[in-house]
């Protein structure tokens, strides 16, 4: 069982925007502002995307946008292309004794 | 460019030891930053084994501390792993990746990843 709670699926057709969340507890997400986002295809390995919340690596597009609110963290993707199809995956700094990174079950993005 | 590559046995007996290796390129190991094992099971999400530094500061996921080391080289370049008595549980794809941590552990640069499969 993933420390923090993705939806398993969501969809959206091309040039709307999504939102997928990320919820956690004040141990983790809610703990400071060390969300980060990834990316990953089929068979390819996972992509930083967004790191501390909402800053965007260099040459990640600005499509991509992260925030948080409380122990819930969100990315949000802005005129949905086929190429943004894919599993992303939440990651969070966790306070816990056991861990120092804890990621999200998961959630599987599909293009209409 | 930075880039990652791990290499290894793909196939591991129960009980037996995983061992894989992280080759760095691109970038000197010595000039900074964590350097980090992350694994997903087929079909499954991502699990954090544990990082270390260049001058060996670690940081491991307790779940499997007892089973586990991690090993840097920086005169190699590169960085190791080591899973003791593995068990069909321990088949995932293997990632090695570059970390940072003073801003919250995330992983900038990956490997492409190996699958290692646990059987007896």
């Known amino acids: 069982q993933s420390a923090l709670t993705q939806p398993a699926s969501v969809s959206g057709s091309p040039g709307q925007s999504i939102t997928i969340s990320c919820t956690g507890s004040?141990?983790?997400?809610?703990?400071?502002?060390?969300v980060s986002w990834y990316q990953q295809h089929p068979g390819k390995a996972p992509k930083l995307m967004i790191y501390?919340?909402?800053i965007r690596p260099s040459g990640v597009s600005n499509r991509f946008s992260g925030s948080k609110s409380g122990n819930t963290a969100s990315l949000t993707i802005s005129g949905l292309q086929a190429e943004d199809e894919g599993d992303y995956y939440c990651?969070?700094?966790?306070?816990?004794?056991?861990?120092?990174?804890?990621f999200g079950g998961g959630t599987k993005l599909t293009v209409l | 460019q930075v880039q990652l590559q791990e290499s290894g046995p793909g196939l591991v007996k129960t009980s037996e030891t995983l061992s894989l290796t992280c080759d760095v390129s691109?970038?000197?190991?010595?000039?900074?930053?964590?350097w980090g094992w992350i694994r997903q099971p087929p079909g499954k999400g991502l699990e954090w084994i544990g990082s270390?530094?260049?001058?060996?500061?670690?940081y491991d996921n307790a779940s499997l501390k007892s089973r586990l080391t991690i090993s840097v080289d920086a005169s190699k370049n590169q960085f190791s792993l080591k899973l003791s008595s593995v068990t069909a549980a321990d088949t995932a794809v293997y990632y090695c990746?570059?970390?940072?941590?003073?801003?919250?552990?995330?992983?900038?640069?990956w490997g492409q990843g190996t699958l290692v499969t646990v059987s007896s």
């Open positions: 990746a570059r970390a940072t941590r003073s801003r919250g552990w995330f992983f900038d640069y």
């Open positions: 270390i530094s260049d001058s060996g500061n670690l």
């Open positions: 004040s141990t983790d997400v809610g703990a400071d502002n060390y």
């Open positions: 501390e919340v909402n």
């Open positions: 990651s969070s700094y966790t306070t816990s004794s056991t861990l120092d990174v804890v």
């Open positions: 691109g970038y000197s190991i010595s000039s900074g930053y964590f």
